[in-house]
């Protein structure tokens, strides 16, 4: 009767949640097997084990006399067939009762993780789970098989093998593995190791120690006891560069005031990897290698961030292989650096230095004195550097220009005082004066001028208003032209320094709202006391210093990069730059060359 009631209670269950696709009639009619005693039991089971060999205990439940087993069977290879041939028609799975709230699904034998016989007809494993542990297994057979098959370049026994039989006359218990073992060996399980290593330290000991003991028969002494793993030359981080580059940003929108245009900055770690790259390739030059620009992104890693490895042999050194490969890596990075086309500052300048400036002087890599200027340019060129860097670089050198006396005849500043006369870039004049906040300090009057120049309008007209006492930003007239702009701004290489100082200290009176002008106030004189326009006080419409240094950046970068450039190349930043080369050094992530 009992046994009638389970067998009902079983057939009822498999109605409402619906019979497996791989679960036949046949299959469930054998799968209740009775048991009146453990003897039974243990032969029911070997019955149904020798009925079906591809059987699979999947869930079980015991009472006092008698045991359920239900099995379940991968699905066949070909259905059945009968005497004439015919496929024989298996029970259908019949429509499932709808039930409100979450559907139940019967997940198919290639979704169900594989468990063992105390697992089975629990809950609590999760397929995830299941995937993790097995690649977790994939790596401790990988790293077995690293132990027990490395051999030393040069040597006939197997290097780790050694270790462990010297640890046992030791009687020591720390396993030292070395990195670089790894890499040889196999990369991606390095890699896997490295970023991975908190979660399978637990799942590497076992390894080693499963390794000791087919090595050192080990009972009672220090190798059998807790073991300690010592990974040498093992980085914090080691990736590949096109998955830095595929799962990070490296520029961010910034508004500049005064500029319509979309701008981007280049963050931090954007300009670390452009550093890291460029130092790498530069020192492989220095040792007299190179690659001639064939690698891609996919042969390059990154270790802790900045410790480039290009996995591909390199070639004899040439100058034409050394600027192949800088111009290669430049366009195989920068379209990760721009967005729609638009590139941070500066960069459109290291694009056409690279690739311009640098393939039309060739000799600028052939000789060892204006190679060591080349690579100590591009290491710290103005793409790479924050913008507040660059205005401070930029307002030294002027300082350095004042500095600088006709009567001045340092040897070692001489390269220096001939440059500033024989640099000319009239350009840079023509952009200015296009845009309406540079021309805003370019014809900028001091209060002294104005003063004079008002005191002179006075003496020849006996009736003055208060407009033409008080002089406006903006230009009045040619003579007043030729008297202030022409004269301080020309096309030299001191002026524009001039002017750009000029600009990043007196840009942030011009960005400022100002209220209306109040209306004329008389005194009991019947004089004028009201305030002008210079005493009125306003809001700042800029909301970093970034932004004046941004501008000049887009506007005049060009003229800028091309003025750092000369003065790198005649004068490798020596004599009194040199505390203004080291200054703007100083905050870099990689040094120089010496």
Known sequence: MRRGRKLLFILVSLVYYGIPSFLTVEHCAAAVVPATSDSDAKTGKQQLANKDDDLVVASRSTSKDKEIYIATTAAPEAPPQDYKGKEVITAQKPKRRRKRGKKHRIKSVTEIPSTTHEEAGTSSTKWSDCVTKNADETIAGQFYKFLEELIETGELKRFYEEQIKSMKERNAFVMDIFYRHLEKTNL??????????????????????????????????????????????????????????????????????????????????????????????????????????????????????????????????????????????????????????????????????????????????????????????????????????????IGDIHRCCKMMDDDDDKPRDMPFKNLLHRFSNSNWQKVVRRDVELNKVYTFKPKHLRVQHSTQQSSSSSKQTSKQKVSTYNVQNASEKLLFNEVVFDDTLESMAMFLRHYFEHALDNSKKKPPRPAKLLNCNGEDCSTTGDEIKGVQQAR????????????????????????????????????VWEAYMYMNDVGDFD
Not at 209 to 230: E, H, N, R, T
Not at 319 to 345: N, T
């Open 188 to 393: 991606r399980l390095a890699m896997t190791l490295c970023n991975n290593y908190r979660r399978l330290e637990s799942r590497l000991k076992d390894v080693v120690g499963k390794f000791i003991k087919v090595i050192v028969p080990c009972v009672q002494d220090s190798l059998c006891q807790p073991l300690m793993l010592m990974f040498h030359e093992m980085p914090r981080r080691h990736q590949r560069l096109i998955d830095i580059l595929n799962d990070s940003i490296f520029i961010e929108p910034e508004e500049v005031y005064g500029c319509k245009d979309q701008v981007f900055k280049l963050t931090k770690v954007g300009s670390r990897l452009w550093r890291a790259g460029f130092s790498y390739i530069l020192s492989a030059h220095l040792a007299g290698k190179s690659w001639f620009g064939k690698f891609n992104l996919n042969d390059i890693e990154v270790k802790n961030g900045d410790g480039f490895v290009i996995r591909i042999k390199p070639l004899e050194h040439t100058p034409e292989g050394a600027l192949l490969d800088l111009q290669h890596f430049f366009r195989e990075m920068i379209p990760h650096f721009s967005k729609e086309g638009v590139m941070p500052p500066y960069f459109e300048q290291l694009k056409k230095f690279l690739l311009v400036t640098i393939s039309n002087s060739k000799n600028v890599l052939e000789k060892p004195s204006t190679m060591k200027r080349f690579r100590k340019y591009l290491l710290n060129h103005l793409a790479l550097a924050a913008p507040l860097r660059r205005a401070h670089l």
């Open 544 to 579: 970093k210093l970034d932004e004046y240094e941004l501008l000049t950046a887009i506007r005049l970068g060009t003229e800028i990069a091309e003025m750092i450039w000369y003065l790198m190349l005649y004068t490798g930043f020596g004599g009194i730059l040199e505390c």
